[in-house]
């Protein structure tokens, strides 16, 4: 079957900054599960959110829409486009015109894809997309945003995203502006709509812990390229990247076991990183030589597992494309 | 020993036209000299109007309407407004949120530590003012050449230490750090707060550090202080906190941190935090806890010691 995206040999470069570089993958949603897209500031992850989204074009490679170019889709498969892949955006603030009440956000997308055939079924739609994402729409209809939490902010993002019965919602750093308390809330009605209405979802963000209560697989980004990827428990319990351990190692956890400061923590070696080497070579503890000099591929150490690390040399490499041999579709 | 700030039946009211609004209710504790002291709560709970109200910088319609705060034996309500820009920095400094917002970006980082020094009157000749602040960029982790660069051209980890800089630069005896690292990635908040307790260290001063992670809590304080509707409902020991968490809400704010143990285990707290302009009578918290009973309804919680060095605010801790 025709994956819902594909995207293959993608890169993005801005000026001379290379944002992504040479990714190829699919998103099959006939298998619905959630994959975490994860790193820091500038690896990438979010320029790879803004092309599946069709936001920007990639400078290098195509991104294929049911089998077609996403670059030459008429306007009919475009607009198809526009309902199977929503997004769900960072700040819950920005996104809302102050002086409409929020129903706005939820009933123009109903009008504009003529989600139903009347005004009954539209308000029907529109409070079981609420009571999806765990709000009481009598809470929520005829307020305005500034009535409501950043929390409930959200999750109305979500629900309009729901409201579209998409295939696939991209969800860019949704919690990274709430309340930890709430986090958990917006993260598991996520969850949900995986498991529940068989919707796949990519959960773009800096913070490994949330990506790995939420998600089935999990790309670990670094500097425009994949330095792991796999399976979330594989991953997050056993990283094989000096980068994901270094990223492991650097959340602050509930204990009584007080070491997260004395760690030797974020080591810059000498090496600097050169355009064909290793990106992480210049902050990598267990460097060698040739990472200076080569860029090292994907390694598949495991099934359901690949690091881009010359420490797994033993292991075959994984081809460029193959990427999704290595995310398992099994929800949790 | 003597605590190098005392503070004692603080309030904080904010004036709206529905009545006075409560945002610090009646908190009260003592930080010793060289303490990590940690202030968490969720957004609205209190902990930055709390922070601020230390340095005497809430602004109308905010105001302390009772209280003393005390620094090192020195009550600041006495003290006349110059007295009291004094020890701003000097005496008490803060390092903001968002370091991003907080540094003047059309100057160069020289010339906002210049700002400082010349605001608490000292006279530094420009090869002193150089040594100087490139002494303290250096005890933070940043180069010289930064002095002379403008604030968007430091990453949020250099502008976060920049700003660390500045707020020890008259060594000051109280740090105030009003989540520091919420804006920046794990990697980065380890080294701010590694060049945080470092520097804290070598200056031998207290530390309160405001924020809602526990997990950075958990590594950072020594004491922790848990913020509810104004009220600080819990203080205690971290490692008690940690393994014996009295108050129902602590509980709440460690378990919907995301674990790295196990999958699944994190949990959202129910309901929202209040209104501070309309709390729920009895304990604030009732509505949202999941021991509450009756009583809870109607009475509410006094803080009351519940171990050595222990204090909380609930029926049943």
Known sequence: MTPLLEAKHVSKHYGANTALSDLSMSIDTSKPAITAVVGESGSGKTTLARIILGLVPPSEGQVLYQGQDMARLSGTERRQFRRDVQAVFQDPYEVYNPFYRVDHVLTTPVRNFNLASSRAEGRTMIENALRAVGLRPEEILGRYPHQLSGGQRQRIMVARAVLMKPKLIVADEPVSMVDASLRATILTSLRKLTDEMGISIIYITHDLATAYQVSDNILVMYRACVAEAGAVERVVKHPQHPYTQLLISSIPQVSTTRDWLDDEGDQKTAATPSAHGCRFVDRCPVAMPKCSTTLPPLYRTEPARAAACFQHEASPTLPNGALNEVLTPTPS | ?317
């Open chain 2, 1 to 317: 020993m003597n605590a190098i700030l005392k503070v004692e039946g603080l309030k904080v009211e904010f004036d709206h036209p529905l009545g006075a609004v409560k945002a610090v209710d009646d908190v009260s504790f003592a930080l010793q000299p060289g303490e990590r002291l940690g202030l968490a709560g969720e957004s609205g709970s209190g902990k930055s109007t709390m922070a601020l109200s230390l340095l005497r910088m809430i602004k109308p319609p905010g105001r302390i309407t009772a209280g003393r705060v005390s620094l090192d034996g020195t009550e600041l309500s006495a003290l006349d407004h110059e007295a009291m820009r004094h020890l701003r920095l000097a005496g008490i400094a803060m390092v903001p949120q968002g370091s991003m917002n907080s540094l003047n970006p059309v100057i160069r980082i020289k010339a906002q530590f210049a700002d400082a020094f010349r605001d608490h009157g000292l006279k530094l000749s420009s090869a002193e003012l150089d040594a100087r602040v490139a002494e303290l960029l250096r005890t933070v982790g940043l180069r010289p050449h930064v002095a002379d660069l403008y604030p968007h051209e430091l990453s949020g980890g250099m502008k976060q230490r920049a700003c660390i800089a500045i707020a020890i630069c008259l060594r000051p005896k109280v740090i105030i750090a009003d989540e520091p690292t919420s804006a920046l990635d794990v990697v980065v908040q380890r080294q701010v707060m590694e060049t945080l307790a470092r520097v804290q260290r070598d200056l031998g001063c207290a530390i309160i550090l405001v924020g809602h992670d526990m997990g950075l809590m958990a590594q950072f304080v020594d004491r922790l202080g848990v913020m509810y509707a104004g009220r600080l409902v819990e203080l205690a020991p971290i490692a008690e906190i940690i393994t014996r968490p009295r108050h129902p809400y602590t509980q709440a704010l460690i378990s919907s941190l995301p674990s790295l143990e196990k999958r699944g285990a994190m949990q959202g707290i129910p309901g929202l935090a209040p209104l501070l302009r309309d709390l729920p009578p009895g304990c604030a918290f009732h509505p949202r806890c999941p021991r509450a009973e009756a009583r809870c309804t109607t009475e509410k919680p006094a803080v009351r010691e519940v171990a050595p060095n222990q204090q909380a605010a609930c029926h049943f801790a």
